[in-house]
Structure formats: structure tokens, C-alpha cells
């Protein structure tokens, strides 16, 4: 097996499908495309090693079996190099996106390796796949239930979250729902709003830290996106409203808000210029079409953006 592509949905189970083929091998290089050229890949894929060295060469990102597109002299070459492959070299693709499989490269692939499209359980089987997942302990269908609304019907966080309540039970013990519910209390909704205030309040290393949760358990980016723009777009039309002298109940009903939230946007916009946030909703308006047109590779678009957002 020297060529593979593997599509998921699932982080979890893409690593766990990549760890069978790797194996216990050291001799691992990791590129994502988008950052590295397609001719570097070909490259260190075919590099001869003095000590006949097997490695296996990952390639993240590899969205062009999908959706996205690359250049007919990018395909060419990566066809070439499939029908000739450097035998040391065990070349991994891996993407999130569902692959089209009449696309000549994806064709290639199936012809000449090996190729994997990993699903997650959704709806009613991740009921199922919760119970496999706790079967060493007793716990009520009610407590399922309550794990899988909790964690949004999300599969990767799922298994992250039974991960931890293994540090809390005992094998064989029983889970009830009062006990679950004070261990799984947050879910990535709250998290997300987490890291919207700390991107609004230029909160570095705390953007960062979410941002890098948010991509182990596969959250898109148009989600967060689309929630900052939201906070930027209130922050905006209050010193709008501010600007025509709106006492807070005028403000609270145009703007359709609460009390509370109301109050949270005011001292939000407190440390923004009108211009600034003008200027940052034409931004997350560009970087949002940019990154559905395929312009840029969403994660390092949205990445730049944040690092520019908060100076």
C-alpha cells in the first residue's frame, strides 16, 4: 500500500484509520496542502534516501479530490508520479471533503491504491455508538440521550467527552443522569461564544487555544464566521443608534435585543471606533466570500484574519 486517500467527516476516526497505517513508524512528514506546493510533495516523496528508509509522507488538507480545484499541470503531475510511485514511500492523502470520485485524480487513486471514505454515526446511531462506547459501565437510555444532545449530535466530541468521564468512573459503576449532566455541562455553542468575546475583547491566547479546539473536533470555520460577523454587525448598528442619540429602550427594541445583551454590546462597542468596526465587517464580508469561492484555503484564511483582528 503505497498510495491512500482517506475522507471523513471525523477527525477521530481519520487519526485512528492513519495510526493502522503508520503503524510504529517514526519516519512520519506532515504537509498541508495549500501551504506546501504540489511540487514539493512529488518532491520529498520521491527522494532517495541513503539508508533505504521507509517513511510515510501525510498530506492534509487535500481538498482537490473534492470541491476544490488545483491546476491541470498540478494533476498531471501528481497523476505521473501515481502510476510510478517511489516504492519507500507510503503517500497519504487525507480531506474532510467528500471526494468526486469522476475526477481523473480521484479515479487514479482508486486505481492504483488504496482508498477509505470514513462516515461518522449521525441521528439515531450515535445512540448506538454511545452505548458501545460505554459499555463497560450501566447507564440509562435518558443519559445517552443526554450525551448526544449535549455534545450536538457531534461524534468527535462525543468520544472526547467519554474520554473524560473515564477519569471520573470506576469500571462498571453506573452513570446516572445528574452526575452526567454536572460533568458535560458545556457544549461547543458555549465554547464558540467564548471565543467570540475573546476575539471582540483581542484576547490572543485564549482565541487561540478555541480556535485549535474547534479544529480537533472539526467545527467549519462558516460557523464561527458567520457568529462574529453577527457580533460586529450589533456592535456597529449600537453606535449607529448611539450617533442618532436612541435613549435604551429605543435601541433594545430596534436592535431586537434584551436588557442583558443590550448591555453586553454597549460595553463591547465601548472600545471600537465606528470606522474600525466598519471596516472589520467589509473584511469578515470578504474573507467570507473568498473563502466559499475557494480563493483561500478557509483555515489559513480565517487564521489571518483573527491575527490581524486583534492588533
Known amino acids: 500500500m503505497k498510495i ?3 475522507s471523513s467527516d471525523s477527525k477521530t476516526l481519520l487519526d485512528k484509520k492513519m495510526k493502522e497505517i503508520v503503524g510504529k ?24 534516501s541513503m539508508f533505504e528508509e521507509e517513511k510515510f509522507l501525510i498530506v492534509k488538507n487535500a481538498d482537490f479530490f473534492g470541491k476544490e480545484k488545483i491546476s491541470e499541470k498540478d494533476s498531471e503531475k501528481l497523476i505521473q508520479y501515481l502510476d510510478n510511485p517511489y516504492p519507500l514511500t507510503t503517500l497519504i492523502f487525507t480531506t474532510y471533503e467528500a471526494c468526486d470520485q469522476r475526477k481523473n485524480i480521484t479515479k487514479k487513486i482508486q486505481e492504483v491504491g ?12 450515535l445512540n448506538e455508538e454511545i452505548k458501545k462506547l460505554l459499555h463497560l459501565y450501566t447507564v440509562d437510555d435518558a443519559t445517552v440521550r443526554y450525551i448526544n444532545e449535549a455534545c450536538l449530535g457531534n461524534y468527535d466530541i462525543i468520544v472526547n467527552e467519554i474520554r473524560k468521564l473515564d477519569l471520573y468512573f470506576e469500571k462498571g459503576s453506573t452513570m ?3 452526575q452526567i449532566k454536572k460533568i458535560i455541562v458545556s457544549n ?6 467564548k471565543f467570540v468575546d475573546a476575539v471582540i475583547h483581542k484576547d490572543y491566547r485564549t482565541t487561540f487555544e478555541l480556535l485549535n479546539d474547534f479544529e480537533t473536533i472539526k467545527i467549519d470555520v462558516f460557523q464561527l464566521v458567520n457568529v462574529l460577523a453577527r457580533e460586529y454587525r450589533l456592535m456597529f448598528y449600537y453606535k449607529i443608534l448611539e450617533k442618532k442619540n436612541y435613549n435604551r429602550g429605543e435601541m433594545a427594541k430596534s436592535m431586537k435585543l434584551q436588557d442583558w445583551q443590550l448591555e453586553k454590546i454597549r460595553k463591547e462597542a465601548m472600545n471600537y471606533h465606528i470606522d474600525d468596526l466598519k471596516d472589520s465587517l467589509v473584511k469578515i464580508s470578504k474573507l467570507d466570500t473568498a473563502m466559499k469561492n475557494g480563493t483561500y484555503e478557509k483555515n489559513l484564511a480565517f487564521t489571518n484574519f483573527l491575527m490581524h483582528a486583534m492588533e
Open 4 to 6: 491512500v486517500l482517506i
Open 25 to 48: 513508524s517514526t519516519n512520519i512528514l506532515t504537509y498541508p496542502f495549500g501551504e506546501t506546493s504540489m511540487t514539493d510533495i512529488l518532491e520529498e516523496a520521491s527522494y532517495v
Open 114 to 125: 488504496e482508498f477509505y471514505v470514513l462516515n461518522a454515526p449521525k441521528n439515531y446511531e
Open 176 to 178: 446516572s443522569l445528574d
Open 188 to 193: 461547543v455553542n458555549d465554547n464558540v461564544f
